[in-house]
Nanobody, 125 residues
Framework: QVQLVESGGGFVQAGGSLRLSCAASTTGRIFSSHGMGWFRQAPGRERDFVAAIRWGTGGTYYADSVKGRFSISRSSANNMVYLEMNSLKPEDTAVYYC????????????????WGQGTQVTVSS
């Protein structure tokens, strides 16, 4: 069973950077056919897709709103997933969630079956 724990959130000024981490603790293993994703939820809004990575190939996918600013990566050896966030904007303020999908990749929240507790990111103008 996989459990996910996010860290690295915080308060940053617009234009700044943060690196989020997601530790996957598992009694089994994350299979190469699985994928990992980052989603975010701002107050009063639905949870939105941010980025995803195929665990086996490392292929990456991004929401248009973060392309060129955010970068997702993974360490298979350490069962870690990262989200490097640069040029942050106030509209990036949200709780960021790490999640696992048994599909190689998905932008759909419904395809993810394991979620972390979330980490708050606040960007001031």
């Amino acid at each position: 069973q996989v459990q996910l724990v996010e860290s690295g959130g915080g308060f940053v000024q617009a234009g700044g950077s943060l690196r989020l981490s997601c530790a996957a603790s598992t009694t089994g293993r994350i299979f190469s056919s699985h994928g990992m994703g980052w989603f975010r939820q701002a107050p009063g809004r639905e949870r939105d897709f941010v980025a995803a990575i195929r665990w086996g190939t490392g292929g990456t996918y991004y929401a248009d709103s973060v392309k060129g600013r955010f970068s997702i990566s993974r360490s298979s050896a350490n069962n870690m997933v990262y989200l490097e966030m640069n040029s942050l904007k106030p509209e990036d303020t949200a709780v960021y969630y790490c999640a696992r999908t048994r599909r190689g990749y998905s932008m759909s929240e419904a395809e993810y079956d394991v979620w972390g507790q979330g980490t708050q990111v606040t960007v001031s103008s």
